[in-house]
């Protein structure tokens, strides 16, 4: 017994030293000069995994080049990469827990809705603080709204590794059997509805599948909840307060009690654990006919080699429509479409050893031939203009986004509260798919919010 | 008393190795998680920069926070109807009825019920996908509703009998090995003395196993109060209707990386765990 | 009595059919969606092709991180039976105070360590030990979690081996250890066995703790990777999961036909209390 008292008191005494000692300020040009370098990448992709292209490209094609290129400048350059292919929640996790005890990877490529949460906690610093001097022409090449993924309270912390947007896609084939157009575009929300209850007629078909509830998670959110208030006029937080039971707020869950409510949407799909999974191969098997996705869905859902839920006719099934606003300039800023977007963002870490290094790194990352080179082919909204009007130019659906959507969308707030403002959210939606009324639920949601923000934070 | 000649230092020796290690990976880490407890500590955040000891406060607000309290009340019927009485009545009713099978189909058994056991729980998850998920599962294409998601529609009683397939192994191993220690003649008596099986068990096995129901309810209520596996099969849903304490408290303390609530929260899940241990403790003084 | 005696006996095996079909159905999705062209979460009758499993082969980490769960899991699984064999034969056989309190409230704290609550702690911990990425340190936390429950259980077992046979055996000379390896242990076997199963099935299955502590995905074990088998947006790959499924349970049944045949799978005497 004794000894395990003292070895308990001295892992106490260790942990201790340790955890206060972690607040040591880096130093900008420190090793700016070092002839023997060593950067780690952190991503959450993995070969064989979970964003299996990314991990090839990091392991077979950055590493390489960018260790022949220092080398060429005399500079001996390890790189490593630490691959994950988790969850979202739990690889933010284990970021978290790397920053907090001040280790981690040099460069940490996250989620761009996680960096207010990170920057809040002091876990990230605005990057001209690490590296100092943050001049890049890859600047002009990305435009100012992308750039906006990597910013936070005005700062830049990061730079964006792409993004993508929302629109409603559906099925041609189930469209014709019902008699609409192959080139539907609703212009009110009523318009979506009113192709929902022409394709209710169809047996065996949902009509509309617009994400709700919990299981769901985020997905609910961004391609629920988000876009649909963006149409209703408001975007979820505007002038430092969170959207409360506003009149746009009831309208969105108006909107879902009429799916979900009317028949037009499966309403058990909504619960399933594995509901979203199973809504992509429902709309694989023809089975459901207006869903609103990101471009993701275009090409790793439907896709036709490697797709989860592949089409073998995708080009000639698959339609795609702006997502209307309530009804015309009824949007946000008087749109009469809208779209919400997010992507992932590269971040230097503060605790590193060579910052003007790591930097380096970063700009040849996101150099021209690095984004070009990390699609393996494939069309994909890179942050970058120039690749981007090479790349896109094969894939109709893909041009469409980058030229249709991405200046009439917005982004997520990155804030630390969005998270408990998201799970509020999709509880309200899960609500009115249990059958509970728009009011009622939207009383409720405001109580939520208020616990989980503050009531000086409610608008 | 001694009758192994160990000595108490000897003894202190044999046992030293695994307190060395209970103490640094166990105790430790536990009793600062009790301490988180009563800090306001996130994961991220500015909360995570600077997290202040806030008392009992997490223990308040999750007294008050209905999802806290529905989560017991989902914990209290899990650990009783799938543990307490699912896991212990087909556990004793497995061991009863093979007791005088033939080898060949006793070991078939067994081996289907230790099976269930040992397969690892994120495969186990998949199986049990695959026999209630919606229009291609099995409980659906054997009753002929296919169209029933029977996680969605029925997700607690799906857990409940999800775990008591899990979980009977043990109870089946421990009363197997219980049973043989009650003396053949008894039962015989018994059943020259015209008792019926139910009586037989009443009357005459189980003051002989009483103290192995006890340990076998203790162990196995707290392994299900614990159990994790349910996240994997309905992530708490659908809207909380399934959400245990582990399942809670893995969401508040990842999704939602509120650690300092986790944390309070996993301290209410050892206060229960405790009272429930109390009372097995009791029950056993009482037979003695 | 004849006819009764048949209606029973039918209502015997009728009632042991319908207990095997609810244990064995569940499994059957292991044996046909690894060798279906398109599996699902659902049984059907599979469109046989091997497909699948040769996708599995060539995954970059699939057989490596079985090896690296084998590794992991024997560390664990030892370190748990061994040093619970120790203290349990020392607990059963002194009596030292206080003991069956201070085993309830170990129990009762291996709860909150094996919760999500408690990464924070156990991760700054091992950073500070400098066992993160170590394969052994991992090991080490996994087997502390384990241990109580594994000592609670092994010393009914070690109760219920006849203090005679010590006595004996001590008349004739031999030490403590000699008295613990060929008296006690032998006649305990079949519990030392089932513990290392069960200690070994628990290993197995844990995700959180290695996810955590190991940084190096050709270090992974099989649990995290399975966790990894989604594309970008979080969708399961569906060709791949059935096999690895089948490749990651099949050590675990083999241990456990290997142990049940050559020791005894069962709680033999076992667990009083």
């Known amino acids: ?459 | 008393m001694d009758s192994s000649g160990l000595g108490v230092r000897r003894a202190l020796g044999f046992v030293a190795p695994a307190l060395v290690l209970i103490g640094v990976f166990l105790v430790f880490p536990a009793l600062w998680t009790l301490y988180i407890g009563i800090t306001n500590y996130q994961l991220t955040g500015p909360a995570a920069a600077n997290p202040r000891i806030v008392g009992l406060d997490n223990v308040v607000e999750a007294v008050r926070d209905p999802l806290f309290t529905n989560s017991v009340w989902l914990t209290a019927l899990f650990v009783l109807f799938s543990a307490v009485l699912g896991q212990n009545a087909l556990g004793f009713g497995l061991a009863w009825l093979l007791r005088n099978v033939r080898p060949w189909l006793r070991r078939t058994v067994e081996g289907f019920v230790l099976l269930s056991w040992i397969l690892p729980g994120t495969v186990v998850a998949y199986l049990w996908f695959a026999v209630l998920s919606r229009d291609t599962g099995t409980l659906g294409l054997l009753l002929g509703s296919p169209e029933t998601a029977w996680l969605v529609q029925y997700p607690m009683t799906s857990l409940i009998i999800f775990n008591v397939w899990r979980g009977t192994a043990f109870s089946m191993l421990l009363y197997t090995s219980a049973l043989a220690a009650v003396p053949p003649s008894q039962i015989e008596t018994a059943r020259l003395m015209g008792a019926s099986g139910w009586q037989t068990v009443r009357d005459v096995v189980f003051p002989h196993i009483r103290g192995h129901v006890l340990t076998n309810t203790l162990l196995i209520s707290l392994w299900t109060a614990n159990d994790f596996t349910p996240f994997l099969l309905t992530a708490g849903g659908p809207n909380h209707q399934s959400e245990v304490l582990p399942v809670l408290i893995y969401r508040q303390a990842l999704e939602g990386g509120q650690l300092g609530y986790a944390s309070a929260m996993s301290m209410l899940l050892l206060v229960g765990n405790l009272a429930v241990a109390l009372v097995y403790v009791r029950l056993l003084r009482r037979r003695a | 009595m004849s006819p009764l005696w048949m209606v029973r006996r039918i209502g015997f095996y009728v009632l042991i059919t319908l207990v095997l079909a609810f244990f064995a159905v569940p499994m059957l999705w292991l044996a046909s969606a690894p060798f279906d062209s398109k599996p699902g979460l659902g049984l059907r009758w599979p469109d046989w092709t091997f497909a699948n499993v040769a996708a599995t082969f060539e995954h970059p980490y699939a057989l490596t991180s079985l090896v690296n769960s084998l590794v992991l899991c024997v560390v664990a699984t030892v370190v748990t039976t061994v040093l619970a064999a120790l203290a349990a034969y020392a607990l059963s056989r002194v009596r030292i105070p206080g003991r069956d309190l201070l085993l309830y409230l170990l129990l009762l704290l291996s709860s909150v360590v094996t919760g999500t609550a408690a990464m924070v702690p156990i991760f700054v911990m091992m950073l500070q030990l400098g066992l993160i990425n170590s394969q052994f340190g991992t090991a080490l936390v996994i087997a502390g979690g384990m241990l109580p429950a594994a000592i609670f259980i092994l010393k009914d077992f070690m109760d219920a081996v006849p203090r005679s046979y010590e006595e004996s055996a001590r008349v004739f000379g031999a030490s403590p250890w000699q008295v613990l390896g060929h008296v006690v242990l032998p006649v305990a076997r079949p519990g030392v066995a089932t513990i290392f199963v069960w200690a070994f099935v628990n290993a197995w299955g844990n995700f959180l703790l290695p996810f955590l502590l190991m940084r190096d995905v050709g270090q992974q074990p099989a649990a995290v990777l399975l966790r990894t088998l989604y594309d970008e947006g979080g969708s399961a790959n569906l060709t791949v999961i059935p096999v690895f499924s089948l490749l990651y349970s099949i050590p675990v049944v083999v241990l456990y036909l290997f142990v049940s045949k050559r020791y005894g799978f069962r709680f033999h005497g076992g667990i009083k209390s």
């Not at chain 1, 590794?161 to 629109?167: A, N, S």
């Open chain 1, 1 to 459: 017994m004794r000894r395990t008292r003292m070895f308990g008191l001295l892992a106490v005494c260790g942990l201790l030293a340790g955890c206060l000692g972690q607040t040591q300020e880096g130093d900008k040009a420190q090793n700016a000069d070092a002839k023997e370098i060593t950067l780690t990448i952190v991503a959450n992709a993995a070969a064989g995994g979970k964003n299996a292209r990314g991990a090839n490209w990091i392991q077979n094609w950055v590493i390489p080049k960018f260790t022949e290129q220092q080398k060429a400048k005399g500079v001996t350059a390890t790189i490593k990469f630490e691959q994950n292919g988790a969850g979202d929640e739990d690889f933010k996790t284990k970021v978290a827990l790397d920053l907090k005890t001040g280790g981690g990877g040099d460069i940490i490529e996250i989620d761009g809705i996680w960096l207010g949460e990170f920057a809040q906690a002091g876990q990230i610093k605005p990057l001209g603080d690490v590296v100092g001097n943050t001049d890049w022409d890859g600047w002009n090449q990305i435009p100012k709204a992308v750039q906006g993924l990597g910013e936070f309270d005005g700062k830049r912390y990061g730079v964006p590794m792409g993004t993508d947007g929302r629109v409603l896609f559906f099925n041609k084939k189930l469209f014709a059997q019902a008699g609409l157009p192959a080139d539907w575009q609703p212009r009110s929300w009523q318009d979506v509805l009113d192709a929902g209850a022409k394709l209710k007629t169809l047996p065996g078909v949902t009509p509309i599948q617009l994400n709700a509830g919990t299981a769901m998670g985020e997905a609910t959110t961004m391609q629920g909840v988000l876009p649909a208030l963006v149409g209703a006029g408001k975007p979820i937080y505007e002038n430092g307060k969170w959207q409360g039971d506003s009149a746009q707020l009831k309208d969105v869950l108006g909107l879902y009690q009429k799916v979900y409510g009317g028949g037009l949407g499966d309403p058990v799909l909504q619960q399933e654990a594995k509901g979203r999974d199973r809504s992509f191969t429902l709309f694989g098997e023809n089975k459901i006919g207006i869903l609103l996705e990101s471009d993701y869905f275009w090409r790793s859902v439907v896709e036709p080699k490697n797709g989860v839920a592949k089409m073998a006719d995708r080009d000639t099934a698959v339609g795609w429509a702006l997502v209307p606003a309530k009804q015309a300039k009824a949007g946000v800023g008087g749109q009469d479409f809208v779209s919400m977007s997010g992507g992932g963002v590269r971040v230097i870490n503060p605790n590193t050893n060579y910052p003007r290094q790591a930097w380096e790194f970063m700009q040849f990352l996101n150099s021209a031939e690095a984004v070009k080179e990390s699609l393996a082919g494939a069309a994909q909204l890179t942050q970058r203009q120039d690749v981007n009007d090479e790349v896109l130019k094969g894939d109709p659906m893909l041009t469409f986004i980058s030229e249709k959507v991405l200046p009439i969308t917005r982004y997520r707030p990155g804030l630390a509260d969005y998270p408990k403002v998201s799970a509020a959210l999709q509880q309200a939606t899960a609500d009115v798919v249990a059958g509970k009324s728009p009011d009622e639920v939207a009383t409720a949601y405001r109580a939520a919010l208020i616990k989980a923000v503050g009531e000086g934070n409610v608008g």
